[in-house]
């Protein structure tokens, strides 16, 4: 398995248990962000996890230097490792070159979360790269599996799982509140907000002017309302040393009701989730297993414009007028209640026991033969 961030990693994490759990030989290959320090170094959680990792490939730079530091490391090792299979999971640029690295070491790939939508970020393109480099798809949504299918690949080799990161939801052991005040040292009583903005690469809005006008929608809820807020860093889809630096004075403005943190790992992230009024920001975790776990979400700006969601999510753009409304709505009592009901599109029965029945029943070879329909 490939992983390169905090979030993927959470989201592979049981498939990877419930490969081990049906004896197959499971060795992770950490990337990119999980080696930064500045990111949480979050290569810690997969040794944690009791996963290794067996090899890491460092990155360094933007985002063009990262894919081909991936595209370099991984052919490397894959060439001496020699796995079956490589899986992946979703649109990142260092997962890219871990893909690329596969198709031209021989290596066939897995690819999860293919044939979804976000047109407000280069990710689309890269999803739909890695998807034509892959042998079997492990996609979300009928609806996805309906996109890769019209991409030409065999319908026999798209399966439709459900989200990995709804079973993580429903399923995770979590934290009590005062595990998890006592594991951040913040106090978590009152309303509670968790914000994540990262980059959308394709939005012609600057990042650092949203998560400013995120901020100052924030500010009149923290002096109205008491409001506490835990922000996450945002990933290194651009150089994020701006806006984490933001985020860090405006913690500093109010240190009682403001957290930072650079990761949150998968056990205190769902934990937070108990315990919070709404997520707000642009992270496709605010439309997959939010949801789940039935409090609203807050999407701002163009980054997740085209992704499924359920009626717990609302859209908003990313000025501070519009930022504000949307708070007030998710916010709001009615709202809460709509979200407590509102079913969600990302749901299935066991998705990590899907994908490890799907790929242990499956030989691989090196250079697999792919086959490709029209529809």
Same mark, same amino acid.
């Not at 090196?366 to 086959?371: A, H, S």
């Given at each position: 398995?490939?992983?390169g ?7 592979l994490?049981?498939?990877?248990e ?12 950490a ?7 500045e ?13 290794g ?7 360094? /730079? ?6 081909s530091?991936?595209? !370099? /490391?991984?052919?490397?090792?894959l ?5 079956? &299979?490589?899986?992946?999971l979703?649109? !990142?640029?260092? #997962?890219?070159?871990?893909a690329?690295?596969a ?5 066939p790939?897995?690819h999860?979360?293919?044939g979804t ?33 019209q ?7 798209v ?9 993580? +939801? &429903? %399923? ?13 040292g913040?106090n978590?009583e009152?309303?509670?907000? &968790? ?8 939005? $012609? ?7 400013s %006008? ?7 809820? #923290?002096?109205?309302? %008491?409001l ?12 994020s ?17 403001v957290?930072?943190? $650079?990761?949150?790992?998968?056990i205190?992230?769902?934990s ?10 642009n ?6 297993e939010?949801p789940?776990v ?11 414009h /085209? ?10 753009g ?7 409304r ?7 009592? +009615? ?5 407590a009901?509102?079913? %969600?599109?990302?749901?299935k ?16 070879h $090196? ?5 490709f329909?029209s529809?």
């Amino acid at each position: 398995m490939a992983t390169g961030t905090r979030a993927d990693w959470g989201l592979l994490h049981p498939l990877a248990e419930e490969l081990r759990r049906r004896e197959a030989d499971v060795r992770i290959i950490a990337t990119n962000m999980h080696l930064m320090e500045e990111c949480g170094l979050t290569v810690n959680e997969i040794a944690q996890d009791g996963f290794g990792p067996d090899a890491t490939v460092p990155t360094a /730079g933007r985002a063009a230097d990262v894919t081909s530091d991936a595209l !370099r /490391g991984f052919s490397n090792i894959l060439s001496d490792m020699k796995p079956d &299979l490589l899986v992946v999971l979703g649109d !990142r640029f260092e #997962i890219l070159g871990a893909a690329s690295g596969a198709l031209l070491t021989g290596i066939p790939i897995a690819h999860i979360a293919g044939g979804t939508i976000s047109e407000g970020a280069f990710d689309d393109s890269i999803r739909h790269a890695i998807t034509k480099m892959a042998s079997l798809h492990l996609v979300e949504t009928e609806r996805c599996a309906q996109r890769v299918r019209q991409m030409g690949e065999n319908p026999e080799d798209v399966i439709v799982c459900g989200a990995l990161g709804v079973y993580n +939801a &429903l %399923n995770a052991p979590l934290m009590s509140k005062p595990e998890l005040e006592t594991s951040l040292g913040f106090n978590l009583e009152g309303k509670v907000v &968790l914000a994540t903005l990262h980059a959308a690469t394709l939005d $012609p809005i600057p990042p650092i002017e949203q998560l400013s %006008n995120l901020m100052a929608a924030l500010e009149v809820m #923290i002096e109205r309302e %008491n409001l506490k807020i835990v922000f996450t860093y945002p990933n290194n889809d651009v150089d994020s040393r701006q806006l984490t630096d933001t985020i860090e004075k405006f913690r500093a403005r109010f240190p009682k009701n403001v957290l930072a943190i $650079p990761s949150l790992g998968r056990i205190r992230y769902l934990s937070l989730l108990q315990f919070c009024v709404a997520v707000v920001g642009n992270s496709s975790s605010g439309l997959v297993e939010v949801p789940s776990v039935h409090i609203p979400t807050l999407d701002i700006g163009r980054r997740q414009h /085209g992704r499924e969601c359920g009626e717990s999510v609302v859209h908003c753009g990313s000025s501070r007028e519009e930022i504000a409304r949307g708070l007030e709505l998710v916010l709001s009592d +009615a709202f809460r209640r709509v979200a407590a009901s509102a079913p %969600n599109p990302y749901f299935k029965e066991n998705t990590p026991a899907i994908m490890a029945a799907t790929i242990l029943s499956r030989e691989w070879h $090196p250079y697999p033969q792919k086959k490709f329909y029209s529809i």
